[in-house]
């Protein structure tokens, strides 16, 4: 029978089931824009496997911190309940496999577009979908929805699954048939797959037993057969069986983006109406009746009856209030229609009152407080300066002299824009997608593209100094010192140049793959983190090791941060670890209440995001809890200027204002402006570090915005 509640969502009906366990549409957790949730209780052979159970915890935690058009967004979990589930974004429309049995091939242009980008922003993530297929698309009424990346790995190298192949034939990529090998390439043959089953109806290596199916994946040519020649020349290079051959995210994008004729509106015709209808159902289920079993009317199987009330999301103790501030409460966003303002032109975010908790909570040796009041209060309310808009979702920004640097995810271009007008300064061109954050250094910026090269781009004027090209499967970041520019490639080297020439001046390597992320200098020092966790302390001048530090025992998360010689990581397994910078000796560790999502070291104080929904505040000498404020899930950044903490949450969209001293709440303000971004898009994802100068704070989503935090 199935269940009546999994963790704090009430469930409405059953989704579907696969080879991991059963779907249910949920309703009552946090973080969605319209309370619903596709929630995935694992199968119980699954989660008696302590290995399994693991290795889900890991990835379902790394996996919430991808987000972005394209990807359904984790919201919670429950990995170390009975049994283990996840609950992530509910996307109304069909599946790919179902839209292509009901209305036939598709016009895969723009389907294509986005679904490589949205595979783009996983990869460069540092995670691989590793089971691509019609199934796992969903046709919602913004694009396509990738769903279930990061997971499939999880039941690889079980005791169940040891013998066997994960994944789904005609998919499968080559070199994980005959080697076992996998990685953002083999997603690449996954989506070359994917799309010629929309553009034709039919798999490239047809149907059958799987295992004959496999036979052909290694041993013939895909059949293309009617697909336009354009895109069946790129799809056959996605079907390469030699992964060195295939394009990346970037270039597929690039490609589709070129041809003839441009790429078609979304969503498709044919499509729109049933996407919009099971749109109108989601929003009806908001106010669904469940079916449940009353126990007593049939002792043996129990009868269905409905319950009286309908679901609703949990909503915070009610606080006491004068009778004449009565706060009506909304509906769910889901179902209010949205008109833009009438000064449709004008960018700016209105003046409003502030919802502000300032409820306090025990909490032992240590303040606690939680941003989950409900009376109101004038507050500071930022406003919006400028938006600079180029047309795409925009990657990390970099301040320096006044000018903030970033690239963009779509248009391969490198931005320079005056942080006081948010006017465009300049516009350099690469051959791909600039989304890493960029480094300056004396009168240049580096950047690095999608495809792996390393640009530097004059700050007068834009124009290109020199390019050095780096291996790259993912995307590489890119960090400055006080002489050397350094790149981190995905493929487990850090290299070292010359800022003026582009000389390679050395290279360390790690042995195994390195994330993107912060690669913090300090010291004459730069740190490098690899995928399993251990961090490498490199002499900035010579590349020469110093240090190597391995002893957490555990999976890391994040980047690491450095400040006043103080080291610090954070882990999957709920520890954050302290070290000195000179010579990596361990100053302290402590264990806080969830697996750790970002780390940063201000000042005197360490500051850490937990799954457990706090923001932490630790002694940066000793570890000790200063204090903890319950901010929520999907925390971007942390910034400190002066007494006062900001933190960005992306699960809804909001600055948040904390006393650094005491972490009480000062205020906060949702990070959107309806009247300049699209439907479907209106909750801005804040960018993974806040820019905050002067009296201004930057962030990063559709645009890049400007808010006055201090009037």
């Keep these: 029978m199935d269940p009546q509640h999994i963790g704090p969502y009430t469930v409405l009906r059953r989704l579907g089931g696969g080879g991991m366990g059963l779907v249910y549409l949920g309703v009552g957790g946090t973080g969605s824009t319209h309370g619903l949730a596709a929630v995935k209780v694992i199968r119980p052979e699954y989660a008696e496997d302590r290995q399994f159970r693991r290795r889900f915890a890991h990835e379902a935690r790394a996996s919430a911190r991808v987000s972005g058009p394209g990807i359904a967004a984790v919201l919670s979990d429950g990995v170390d309940e009975n049994p283990p589930w996840l609950a992530t974004e509910f996307v109304p429309g069909p599946s790919l496999s179902e839209a292509v049995r009901a209305y036939g091939p598709l016009e895969v242009r723009r389907l294509g577009l986005l679904l490589a980008a949205a595979l783009r922003r996983i990869h460069v993530s540092g995670l691989v979908h590793r089971d691509l297929k019609p199934s796992n698309v969903m046709m919602g009424g913004d694009g396509p929805v990738i769903i279930d990346f990061g997971i499939a790995r999880a039941r690889e190298d079980t005791r169940l699954t040891r013998t066997g192949v994960i994944g789904t034939s005609g998919y499968i990529a080559p070199e994980y048939l005959q080697h076992g090998r996998f990685d953002a390439r083999s997603d690449v043959f996954a989506l070359g797959s994917v799309l010629a089953f929309a553009a034709s109806g039919q798999s490239p290596y047809g149907t059958g037993h799987p295992a004959a199916v496999d036979v052909r994946v290694l041993s013939e040519e895909p059949d293309l057969t009617g697909i336009d020649p354009p895109v069946a020349d790129l799809l056959r290079a996605c079907l390469a069986r030699d992964p060195a051959e295939r394009p990346t995210p970037a270039t597929i994008e690039t490609v589709l983006a070129g041809l003839p004729g441009g790429t078609p509106p979304w969503p498709p015709p044919a499509l729109a109406a049933e996407i919009a209808r099971r749109t109108r159902e989601a929003a009806e289920q908001v106010r669904y009746e469940p079916t449940v079993v009353d126990p007593a009317a049939d002792p043996l199987h129990g009868a269905r009856t409905r319950t009286a009330a309908r679901p609703a999301a949990p909503v915070s103790p009610p606080q006491p209030q004068p009778s004449s501030q009565r706060i009506p409460r909304p509906d769910p966003p889901l179902l209010q229609g949205f008109s833009p303002p009438a000064d449709s032109g004008r960018r700016r975010l209105p003046r409003r009152k ?286 400190v200027v002066g007494n006062t903490v900001y933190a960005g949450r992306s699960h809804p969209s909001k600055l948040l204002a904390l006393d650094s001293r005491t972490g009480k709440p000062r205020w906060e303000v949702p990070l959107r402006d309806p009247s300049a971004m699209p439907w479907g898009e209106d909750e801005a994802r804040i960018s993974s570090e806040i820019r905050i100068s002067g009296r201004n704070a930057y962030f990063t989503a559709l645009g890049l915005y400007s808010f006055r935090i201090d009037p």
């Design 354 to 639: 502030l919802l502000l908790g300032l409820a306090a909570l025990s909490a032992t040796g240590a303040g606690a407080y939680t941003l989950a009041g409900v009376f109101q209060e004038e507050q500071p309310d930022p406003r919006q300066n400028w938006r600079f808009a180029p047309g795409s979702e925009m990657g990390d920004a970099t301040m320096a002299g006044g000018t903030l640097y970033l690239g963009s995810h779509k248009n391969s271009s490198l931005y320079a824009v005056d942080a006081a007008t948010g006017r465009q300064r300049w516009a350099y061109t690469a051959e791909s997608s600039v989304a890493g954050q960029p480094a300056v250094l004396g009168g240049t910026v580096f950047a690095a593209s999608s495809e792996g090269k390393l640009h530097a781009v004059d700050v007068a004027n834009g124009s290109r100094r020199w390019t050095v090209p780096l291996p790259s499967l993912g995307g590489v970041s890119v960090a400055a010192g006080d002489k050397l520019v350094y790149a981190r490639a995905t493929d487990g080297y850090l290299y070292g140049f010359d800022p003026e020439t582009g000389r390679h001046r050395w290279r360390f390597q790690t042995g195994e793959g390195m994330p993107t992320g912060r690669t913090p200098v300090a010291a004459g020092t730069v740190f490098a983190m690899t995928n399993k966790g251990v961090l490498h302390a490199v002499d900035a001048a010579t590349g020469r090791p110093r240090w190597k530090f391995s002893g957490t025992g555990d999976t890391t998360s994040g980047s690491p941060s450095v400040h006043g010689g103080t080291v610090c990581l954070g882990t999957e397994e709920h520890w954050v670890h302290a070290l000195e910078t000179a010579s990596g000796r361990q100053r302290w560790k402590r264990r806080l209440g969830g697996s750790i999502n970002d780390v940063h070291v201000r000042g005197d104080a360490v500051y850490v995001h937990c799954q457990d929904r706090f923001l932490y505040a630790l002694d940066a000498g000793t570890g000790k809890q200063r204090w903890r404020c319950e901010i929520g899930a999907g925390t971007e950044g942390v910034a």
